[in-house]
Structures are given as structure tokens and as C-alpha cells.
Nanobody, 126 residues
Framework: QVQLVESGGGLVQAGGSLRLSCAASAASGRIFRINVMGWYRQAPGKERELVASITDGSITIYADSVKGRFTIARDNAKKTVYLQMDSLKPEDTAVYYC?????????????????WGQGTQVTVSS
């Protein structure tokens, strides 16, 4: 089992910044590789949407709504992904979820599973 633990959400005024972090952990030696890591968000009454993702080779994808304002990065040694959010807008208000495609050892076989964090609230006031 792999756990994704998020931190860094909160309340900020429009134009402000927040930095989200998400660290992956598992029993020693269980994680073989973390492929794609990303951030999704879900606002009340809306579907969950991709905000940004990053491969283990640092190829990034951003939603059009956050391009130029948000930056995703990862530290492979720490198994951690970050989301730097600048110039925040009220429409960025949502619960932000960390996501990771993790290749793990299971019964001496390598298998890939998708994991989700518990979510962290980001609220941007106008």
C-alpha cells in the first residue's frame, strides 16, 4: 500500500500564493518507481479536473486555466511533488488532490497502481 500525504492548503487573498506538497510513502523497498505525479482539483458542484502533471522525466502538462501561474515540480529522491500556485484567483478555490501512478513490488511482481491523496482545501478570497 502507498500513501500520499498532502500539505500546504489554506486561505489566501486573490493575487496571493500557496505551495502544495505531496509525499509518497510505503513499506521499505516496496516502491519501484513513481511514473506520473499530478494535481487535480474539484470545486463544489463540479467534476474533478487535472491541474498539472509531471513525469519522472520532468515532462509537464498544465490545464489552460493555470498556465503561467502554477508550476509543478518533483523531487524523485524524496518521492514528493510540489505545486507552486501564484496569482491565485477566486476560481482556483477547490479541494486539491495529489495523484500518482506508482510501480510497486507485489508478490515478487511489478504492478502499477494509481493512488490518491486525501485532498487539501485551497480557498481564494476576492
Amino acid at each position: 500500500q502507498v500513501q500520499l500525504v498532502e500539505s500546504g492548503g489554506g486561505l489566501v487573498q486573490a493575487g496571493g500564493s500557496l505551495r502544495l506538497s505531496c509525499a509518497a510513502s510505503a513499506a521499505s523497498g516496496r516502491i519501484f518507481r513513481i511514473n506520473v505525479m499530478g494535481w487535480y482539483r474539484q470545486a463544489p458542484g463540479k467534476e474533478r479536473e487535472l491541474v498539472a502533471s509531471i513525469t519522472d522525466g520532468s515532462i509537464t502538462i498544465y490545464a489552460d486555466s493555470v498556465k503561467g501561474r502554477f508550476t509543478i515540480a518533483r523531487d524523485n529522491a524524496k518521492k514528493t511533488v510540489y505545486l507552486q500556485m501564484d496569482s491565485l484567483k477566486p476560481e482556483d478555490t477547490a479541494v486539491y488532490y495529489c495523484n500518482a501512478d506508482v510501480r510497486i513490488w507485489e508478490s515478487q511482481l511489478l504492478k502499477t497502481y494509481k493512488y490518491w491523496g486525501q485532498g487539501t482545501q485551497v480557498t481564494v478570497s476576492s
